[in-house]
Protein backbone atom coordinates (compact mmCIF):
# COMPACT_ATOMS: atom_id res chain seq x y z
CA UNK A 1 0.00 0.00 0.00
CA UNK A 2 1.56 3.43 -0.98
CA UNK A 3 2.80 5.34 2.21
CA UNK A 4 0.26 8.20 3.43
CA UNK A 5 1.36 11.50 2.39
CA UNK A 6 -0.36 14.70 4.35
CA UNK A 7 -1.20 17.66 2.63
CA UNK A 8 -0.71 20.34 5.41
CA UNK A 9 -1.79 23.94 4.95
CA UNK A 10 0.35 26.50 6.67
CA UNK A 11 -0.74 29.93 6.99
CA UNK A 12 2.39 32.00 7.00
CA UNK A 13 3.04 35.72 8.43
CA UNK A 14 4.67 38.00 5.71
CA UNK A 15 6.85 39.46 7.84
CA UNK A 16 8.13 35.37 9.82
CA UNK A 17 7.74 32.81 8.61
CA UNK A 18 7.17 33.06 4.87
CA UNK A 19 10.66 34.85 4.63
CA UNK A 20 11.91 32.32 6.91
CA UNK A 21 10.68 29.44 4.26
CA UNK A 22 12.16 31.92 1.46
CA UNK A 23 15.23 31.81 3.41
CA UNK A 24 14.83 27.54 3.84
CA UNK A 25 14.76 27.27 0.10
CA UNK A 26 18.06 30.01 -0.46
CA UNK A 27 19.61 27.75 1.66
CA UNK A 28 18.88 24.57 0.12
CA UNK A 29 17.56 22.90 2.85
CA UNK A 30 15.57 19.81 2.53
CA UNK A 31 12.13 19.62 3.90
CA UNK A 32 9.38 17.57 3.64
CA UNK A 33 7.16 18.40 0.49
CA UNK A 34 3.86 17.84 2.53
CA UNK A 35 3.68 21.94 2.86
CA UNK A 36 0.74 24.53 1.37
CA UNK A 37 2.14 27.73 2.33
CA UNK A 38 -0.71 30.80 1.80
CA UNK A 39 1.31 34.08 2.35
CA UNK A 40 -0.29 36.05 5.00
CA UNK A 41 0.43 40.24 5.90
CA UNK A 42 -0.18 39.14 9.59
CA UNK A 43 -0.52 36.05 11.60
CA UNK A 44 -3.68 38.09 13.10
CA UNK A 45 -5.15 38.38 9.98
CA UNK A 46 -6.49 33.86 10.42
CA UNK A 47 -10.29 34.12 10.59
CA UNK A 48 -12.22 31.02 12.67
CA UNK A 49 -13.59 30.22 9.01
CA UNK A 50 -10.61 29.99 7.33
CA UNK A 51 -9.34 27.63 9.89
CA UNK A 52 -12.45 25.26 9.76
CA UNK A 53 -12.73 25.33 6.02
CA UNK A 54 -9.60 24.17 5.32
CA UNK A 55 -9.85 21.04 7.15
CA UNK A 56 -12.92 20.78 5.84
CA UNK A 57 -12.05 21.15 2.37
CA UNK A 58 -10.25 18.11 3.84
CA UNK A 59 -6.05 19.18 4.41
CA UNK A 60 -4.92 16.69 6.98
CA UNK A 61 -3.17 19.23 8.79
CA UNK A 62 -3.14 23.08 9.42
CA UNK A 63 -0.36 25.45 11.05
CA UNK A 64 -0.48 29.29 11.69
CA UNK A 65 2.99 30.35 11.75
CA UNK A 66 3.79 34.02 13.01
CA UNK A 67 6.51 36.18 14.34
CA UNK A 68 8.51 35.31 17.72
CA UNK A 69 6.39 36.45 20.79
CA UNK A 70 6.81 40.11 21.08
CA UNK A 71 8.48 40.62 17.94
CA UNK A 72 4.79 40.85 15.82
CA UNK A 73 5.08 43.77 13.02
CA UNK A 74 1.74 44.81 13.93
CA UNK A 75 2.54 44.40 18.02
CA UNK A 76 -0.09 41.98 18.66
CA UNK A 77 -1.12 39.84 16.08
CA UNK A 78 0.49 36.89 16.38
CA UNK A 79 -1.01 36.64 20.36
CA UNK A 80 -4.78 36.92 18.61
CA UNK A 81 -3.86 34.48 16.16
CA UNK A 82 -2.82 32.25 18.92
CA UNK A 83 -5.86 32.73 20.84
CA UNK A 84 -8.13 32.18 17.82
CA UNK A 85 -6.08 28.77 16.91
CA UNK A 86 -6.90 27.47 20.62
CA UNK A 87 -10.21 28.04 20.25
CA UNK A 88 -10.69 26.15 17.14
CA UNK A 89 -8.71 23.38 18.76
CA UNK A 90 -11.36 23.40 21.12
CA UNK A 91 -14.14 23.25 18.20
CA UNK A 92 -12.33 20.49 16.98
CA UNK A 93 -12.18 18.99 20.07
CA UNK A 94 -15.98 19.12 20.64
CA UNK A 95 -16.63 18.11 17.16
CA UNK A 96 -14.84 14.74 17.24
CA UNK A 97 -11.62 15.86 15.03
CA UNK A 98 -8.33 15.44 16.94
CA UNK A 99 -6.84 19.13 17.52
CA UNK A 100 -3.14 18.14 16.45
CA UNK A 101 -4.47 18.20 13.40
CA UNK A 102 -4.26 22.12 13.94
CA UNK A 103 -0.82 23.82 15.39
CA UNK A 104 0.13 27.34 16.18
CA UNK A 105 4.25 28.42 15.59
CA UNK A 106 6.62 30.87 16.31
CA UNK A 107 9.23 32.25 14.33
CA UNK A 108 11.62 34.51 12.72
CA UNK A 109 12.36 35.72 8.98
CA UNK A 110 16.13 34.61 9.94
CA UNK A 111 15.02 31.20 10.93
CA UNK A 112 15.11 28.94 7.94
CA UNK A 113 16.21 25.88 9.29
CA UNK A 114 13.56 25.84 12.24
CA UNK A 115 10.77 26.34 9.35
CA UNK A 116 12.00 23.32 7.97
CA UNK A 117 12.18 21.99 11.84
CA UNK A 118 8.22 22.84 11.95
CA UNK A 119 7.62 21.38 8.35
CA UNK A 120 9.07 17.97 9.27
CA UNK A 121 7.30 18.18 12.56
CA UNK A 122 4.31 18.65 11.85
CA UNK A 123 4.30 16.19 7.96
CA UNK A 124 5.22 13.46 11.33
CA UNK A 125 2.64 14.32 13.15
CA UNK A 126 -0.06 14.47 10.84
CA UNK A 127 1.08 11.15 9.09
CA UNK A 128 0.95 9.69 12.91
CA UNK A 129 -2.75 10.66 12.85
CA UNK A 130 -3.36 9.39 9.48
CA UNK A 131 -5.31 10.55 6.82
CA UNK A 132 -8.22 13.57 7.95
CA UNK A 133 -11.54 12.01 7.61
CA UNK A 134 -12.53 14.88 5.45
CA UNK A 135 -10.06 13.80 2.69
CA UNK A 136 -11.31 14.06 -0.59
CA UNK A 137 -11.41 10.39 -2.06
CA UNK A 138 -10.55 11.86 -5.69
CA UNK A 139 -8.28 14.47 -7.02
CA UNK A 140 -4.28 14.37 -7.60
CA UNK A 141 -2.36 16.18 -5.03
CA UNK A 142 -3.16 19.74 -5.41
CA UNK B 1 -26.81 45.77 23.90
CA UNK B 2 -28.25 42.26 24.61
CA UNK B 3 -25.94 40.02 25.68
CA UNK B 4 -26.17 36.74 24.96
CA UNK B 5 -23.63 33.44 25.23
CA UNK B 6 -23.63 30.45 22.73
CA UNK B 7 -24.86 27.26 24.00
CA UNK B 8 -22.50 24.53 23.83
CA UNK B 9 -22.23 22.97 20.69
CA UNK B 10 -22.93 19.54 21.94
CA UNK B 11 -26.26 20.71 23.11
CA UNK B 12 -27.14 22.38 19.76
CA UNK B 13 -26.16 18.90 18.00
CA UNK B 14 -28.26 17.53 20.12
CA UNK B 15 -31.46 19.38 19.28
CA UNK B 16 -30.82 19.34 15.16
CA UNK B 17 -29.78 15.55 15.66
CA UNK B 18 -33.02 14.31 13.53
CA UNK B 19 -32.57 16.91 10.70
CA UNK B 20 -31.05 16.57 7.33
CA UNK B 21 -31.38 20.29 6.44
CA UNK B 22 -31.16 23.68 8.66
CA UNK B 23 -30.97 27.28 8.25
CA UNK B 24 -28.56 28.93 10.83
CA UNK B 25 -29.88 32.08 11.15
CA UNK B 26 -27.68 35.39 12.09
CA UNK B 27 -28.52 38.48 13.67
CA UNK B 28 -26.88 41.62 12.85
CA UNK B 29 -28.07 43.53 16.07
CA UNK B 30 -26.89 43.17 19.26
CA UNK B 31 -25.28 39.67 19.04
CA UNK B 32 -23.23 40.74 16.49
CA UNK B 33 -21.98 43.26 18.59
CA UNK B 34 -21.24 41.15 21.33
CA UNK B 35 -19.54 38.24 19.23
CA UNK B 36 -21.76 35.49 19.86
CA UNK B 37 -24.58 35.37 16.67
CA UNK B 38 -23.22 37.80 13.75
CA UNK B 39 -22.33 36.54 10.45
CA UNK B 40 -19.38 35.02 11.70
CA UNK B 41 -20.47 32.78 14.00
CA UNK B 42 -23.08 31.63 12.26
CA UNK B 43 -20.84 30.57 9.81
CA UNK B 44 -18.48 28.83 12.44
CA UNK B 45 -21.30 27.21 14.25
CA UNK B 46 -22.75 25.97 10.52
CA UNK B 47 -19.15 24.60 9.80
CA UNK B 48 -18.69 22.63 12.82
CA UNK B 49 -21.77 21.27 13.18
CA UNK B 50 -21.58 19.98 9.44
CA UNK B 51 -18.08 18.50 9.99
CA UNK B 52 -19.52 16.82 13.26
CA UNK B 53 -21.97 15.25 11.78
CA UNK B 54 -19.93 14.04 8.56
CA UNK B 55 -17.90 12.28 11.12
CA UNK B 56 -20.54 10.75 12.78
CA UNK B 57 -21.50 9.37 9.20
CA UNK B 58 -24.70 11.45 8.88
CA UNK B 59 -24.16 14.40 6.72
CA UNK B 60 -26.30 17.45 7.30
CA UNK B 61 -27.14 20.20 4.99
CA UNK B 62 -26.53 24.07 5.95
CA UNK B 63 -27.89 27.48 5.02
CA UNK B 64 -26.28 30.43 6.99
CA UNK B 65 -28.22 33.47 6.40
CA UNK B 66 -27.78 36.97 8.68
CA UNK B 67 -30.72 39.04 9.08
CA UNK B 68 -30.43 42.58 9.98
CA UNK B 69 -32.54 42.50 12.85
CA UNK B 70 -34.89 39.39 14.13
CA UNK B 71 -36.82 41.27 16.26
CA UNK B 72 -38.21 43.42 13.53
CA UNK B 73 -41.12 42.01 11.78
CA UNK B 74 -39.94 43.20 8.08
CA UNK B 75 -36.21 41.10 8.36
CA UNK B 76 -38.05 38.17 9.34
CA UNK B 77 -40.65 38.41 6.68
CA UNK B 78 -37.35 39.14 4.38
CA UNK B 79 -36.44 35.63 5.39
CA UNK B 80 -39.38 33.71 3.87
CA UNK B 81 -36.91 32.18 0.65
CA UNK B 82 -34.54 31.00 3.03
CA UNK B 83 -36.79 29.43 5.34
CA UNK B 84 -38.23 26.98 2.52
CA UNK B 85 -37.05 23.37 2.41
CA UNK B 86 -35.61 23.43 6.02
CA UNK B 87 -36.55 20.74 8.34
CA UNK B 88 -35.05 23.34 11.27
CA UNK B 89 -33.78 26.70 11.73
CA UNK B 90 -31.48 27.76 14.27
CA UNK B 91 -31.21 31.28 15.57
CA UNK B 92 -28.30 32.51 16.90
CA UNK B 93 -30.27 35.75 17.74
CA UNK B 94 -31.08 37.09 21.78
CA UNK B 95 -34.24 35.03 22.63
CA UNK B 96 -36.63 37.60 21.08
CA UNK B 97 -35.11 36.08 17.24
CA UNK B 98 -36.17 32.67 17.82
CA UNK B 99 -39.83 34.06 18.70
CA UNK B 100 -40.37 36.83 15.80
CA UNK B 101 -39.18 33.34 13.43
CA UNK B 102 -41.87 30.74 15.37
CA UNK B 103 -44.22 33.44 15.31
CA UNK B 104 -43.96 33.85 11.57
CA UNK B 105 -43.68 30.81 10.43
CA UNK B 106 -45.89 28.36 12.53
CA UNK B 107 -44.79 25.33 10.76
CA UNK B 108 -41.25 25.68 11.00
CA UNK B 109 -39.37 24.26 14.09
CA UNK B 110 -37.08 26.92 15.86
CA UNK B 111 -34.27 26.13 17.92
CA UNK B 112 -32.83 28.67 19.86
CA UNK B 113 -28.72 28.59 20.00
CA UNK B 114 -27.93 31.10 22.30
CA UNK B 115 -28.35 31.61 26.25
CA UNK B 116 -29.76 35.55 26.22
CA UNK B 117 -27.75 36.53 29.49
CA UNK B 118 -28.26 40.00 30.18
CA UNK B 119 -28.57 43.91 29.43
CA UNK B 120 -25.10 45.22 29.37
CA UNK B 121 -22.13 46.87 27.46
CA UNK B 122 -18.61 46.00 26.85
CA UNK B 123 -15.49 46.20 29.63
CA UNK B 124 -13.07 45.48 27.06
CA UNK B 125 -12.74 43.51 23.58
CA UNK B 126 -14.20 40.45 24.77
CA UNK B 127 -15.68 40.97 28.28
CA UNK B 128 -19.06 42.06 28.75
CA UNK B 129 -20.86 43.13 31.65
CA UNK B 130 -24.63 43.95 33.11
CA UNK B 131 -25.44 47.16 33.49
CA UNK B 132 -29.42 47.72 33.46
CA UNK B 133 -31.90 45.67 35.04
CA UNK B 134 -34.59 46.82 32.52
CA UNK B 135 -37.00 47.87 35.69
CA UNK B 136 -38.77 50.36 33.80
CA UNK B 137 -38.38 53.46 36.15
CA UNK B 138 -35.10 54.76 35.94
CA UNK B 139 -33.33 56.26 39.10
CA UNK B 140 -29.87 56.60 38.03
CA UNK B 141 -30.31 60.05 38.17
CA UNK B 142 -30.61 59.47 41.95
CA UNK B 143 -27.49 57.00 42.22
CA UNK B 144 -24.77 58.88 40.25
CA UNK B 145 -25.44 57.35 37.00
CA UNK B 146 -24.36 53.43 39.07
CA UNK B 147 -27.53 50.93 38.90
CA UNK B 148 -28.72 49.74 42.06
CA UNK B 149 -31.36 47.55 40.80
CA UNK B 150 -28.62 45.24 38.74
CA UNK B 151 -25.27 46.31 39.91
CA UNK B 152 -26.01 45.61 43.57
CA UNK B 153 -26.32 41.73 44.22
CA UNK B 154 -29.11 42.39 46.65
CA UNK B 155 -30.57 45.18 43.84
CA UNK B 156 -30.73 47.01 47.53
CA UNK B 157 -32.46 50.31 46.93
CA UNK B 158 -32.11 52.58 49.89
CA UNK B 159 -28.18 51.62 50.76
CA UNK B 160 -25.10 49.41 51.28
CA UNK B 161 -26.20 46.01 53.02
CA UNK B 162 -23.03 45.96 55.61
CA UNK B 163 -21.68 42.86 53.77
CA UNK B 164 -19.47 44.93 51.46
CA UNK B 165 -16.02 45.33 52.25
CA UNK B 166 -13.01 47.82 51.18
CA UNK B 167 -15.37 48.54 48.24
CA UNK B 168 -16.03 44.70 47.12
CA UNK B 169 -19.09 43.13 47.09
CA UNK B 170 -19.34 40.16 50.17
CA UNK B 171 -20.28 37.92 46.75
CA UNK B 172 -17.09 38.29 45.48
CA UNK B 173 -13.83 40.05 45.24
CA UNK B 174 -13.95 41.09 41.83
CA UNK B 175 -17.47 42.34 42.47
CA UNK B 176 -17.69 46.21 43.27
CA UNK B 177 -20.23 47.02 45.68
CA UNK B 178 -22.57 49.31 43.57
CA UNK B 179 -23.71 51.65 46.96
CA UNK B 180 -19.46 51.99 47.73
CA UNK B 181 -19.60 53.65 43.98
CA UNK B 182 -22.35 55.28 44.12
CA UNK B 183 -21.73 56.85 47.70
CA UNK B 184 -18.04 57.80 46.41
CA UNK B 185 -19.80 59.77 43.09
CA UNK B 186 -22.02 60.97 44.80
CA UNK B 187 -19.61 62.27 47.67
CA UNK B 188 -17.40 63.70 44.37
CA UNK B 189 -20.31 65.54 42.92
CA UNK B 190 -21.07 67.03 46.04
CA UNK B 191 -24.42 65.73 46.07
CA UNK B 192 -24.49 63.16 49.00
CA UNK B 193 -28.06 65.08 49.85
CA UNK B 194 -29.30 62.39 47.36
CA UNK B 195 -28.82 59.77 50.10
CA UNK B 196 -30.49 61.26 53.00
CA UNK B 197 -33.51 62.04 51.09
CA UNK B 198 -37.14 59.68 52.05
CA UNK B 199 -37.80 57.46 48.87
CA UNK B 200 -41.58 56.28 48.06
CA UNK B 201 -40.83 52.21 47.50
CA UNK B 202 -40.09 51.81 43.89
CA UNK B 203 -43.17 50.25 41.42
CA UNK B 204 -42.35 47.28 40.65
CA UNK B 205 -45.21 46.68 38.34
CA UNK B 206 -43.14 48.67 35.51
CA UNK B 207 -41.00 45.79 36.21
CA UNK B 208 -40.74 41.97 34.95
CA UNK B 209 -43.26 41.55 38.23
CA UNK B 210 -46.36 43.16 36.15
CA UNK B 211 -46.17 40.69 33.70
CA UNK B 212 -45.21 41.24 29.91
CA UNK B 213 -44.32 44.59 29.20
CA UNK B 214 -45.29 46.57 25.92
CA UNK B 215 -44.57 49.86 24.69
CA UNK B 216 -46.89 51.61 22.47
CA UNK B 217 -45.78 54.57 20.40
CA UNK B 218 -48.92 56.07 18.64
CA UNK B 219 -47.20 59.23 17.09
CA UNK B 220 -44.56 57.00 15.31
CA UNK B 221 -47.68 54.93 14.19
CA UNK B 222 -47.68 53.86 10.41
CA UNK B 223 -51.32 54.12 8.59
Request: proline share 5%.
Amino acid sequence: MEEFEPKIVAFCCHFCAYSAADLAGSMRLQYAPNIRIVEMPCSGTIDHRVLLKALEDGADGVFVAGCMEGDCHFLKGNYRAKRRVSHVKDLLRAIGLEPERLEMYNLSAAMGPRFAEIANEMTARVKGLGPSPFRKQTGGDA
Amino acid sequence: MIVAEQKPLAEIAGMIGDCRKVLFAGCAGCVTVCLSGGEKETEVMATALRMKRQLEGNPLETVTYTATRQCDPEYVDAMADVVKGVDAVVSLACGVGPQYLAARYPDLWVIPAQNTTFAGGSKEHGVWEEFCGLCGQCVLHLTGGICPVIRCSKSILNGPCGGSQYGKCEIGKDVECAWHLIYERLKRLDRLDLMRQYREPKDWSKARDGGPRKVTREDVMIG
